[in-house]
């Protein structure tokens, strides 16, 4: 695709909910990363993808959070039993491998109620 | 543990105004790249610095890299309404691909028509 595409791009769900959050990177990227940016913060990350493998999962904050790239190409943030302090906007960016630039998607703001 | 502060949190200024923008840290970093982010959309790429000392110029935006690599600052020159929006800068580690960026705070700018 033309930019990295993430949905949905609002999440309003009831606290102890799973959530699934999609990101569909630009086409081509092997790298892929998860972040989740808190209001008046910068991005925290949270997990980076190369290939279909976690290269490195150590932001990623309970074992309620977990993600997926089965083909190497869209990946599912899933997050079980959420908190209200869940809620954030939750960020993608694709590279290439190697790249020095990231590329973000537009975020998916989940609001845990 | 690697950590950029940003300088000031919020600033707000009339159009046609300068300002400069701050990013320190305690540590070396091989790379800095400054974003901006505009609401609801993902931070976008405004440039990379590498060297000590870099200045790079991107129309009216001037970003320099400190000669020990441990921060870097923003100058805006004649600031415009469509400047607004949190700027970003982000550290990479020692390896030259994108992985696990850190992020600071932002500096979050408000120009005012």
């Known amino acids: 695709g033309a930019g990295v595409s993430q949905t949905p791009s609002n999440k309003v769900t009831e606290k102890g909910k799973y959530v699934e959050l999609r990101c569909d990177p630009i086409?081509?990227?092997?790298?892929l990363y998860w972040y989740r940016q808190s209001l008046g913060q910068g991005p925290e990350f949270l997990i980076y993808?190369?290939?279909?493998?976690?290269?490195?999962d150590s932001g990623l904050p309970n074992d309620r959070f977990f993600a997926v790239r089965p083909e190497g190409s869209v990946s599912t943030l899933k997050i079980q039993r959420t908190e209200r302090g869940d809620s954030a906007v939750y960020l993608c960016?694709?590279?290439?491998?190697?790249?020095?630039?990231?590329?973000f998607g537009q975020g998916t703001r989940l609001t845990v109620v | 543990t690697q950590l950029l502060e940003q300088s000031p949190q919020f600033l707000s200024i009339q159009e046609g105004e300068n300002l400069t923008v701050y990013c320190n840290s305690s540590?070396?970093?091989?790379?800095l790249q400054w974003y901006r982010q505009e609401p609801g959309e993902g931070p976008v790429l405004l440039v990379t610095?590498?060297?000590?000392?870099e200045v790079k110029k991107l129309k009216r935006l001037t970003f320099q890299f400190g000669d020990a690599r441990k921060d870097s600052s923003l100058h805006i020159t004649a600031a415009q309404p469509g400047d607004t929006g949190l700027y970003l800068c982000?550290?990479?580690?020692?390896?030259?691909?994108?992985?696990?960026?850190?992020f600071g705070p932002g500096t979050s700018l408000s120009v005012i028509p």
């Open positions: 086409s081509g990227h092997t790298a």
């Open positions: 540590s070396v970093f091989s790379s």
């Open positions: 960016a694709s590279s290439e491998i190697g790249g020095t630039e990231a590329f």
């Open positions: 993808f190369q290939g279909t493998g976690a290269a490195d």
């Open positions: 610095v590498v060297t000590g000392g």
């Open positions: 982000a550290g990479g580690g020692m390896k030259t691909s994108y992985d696990k960026v850190i």
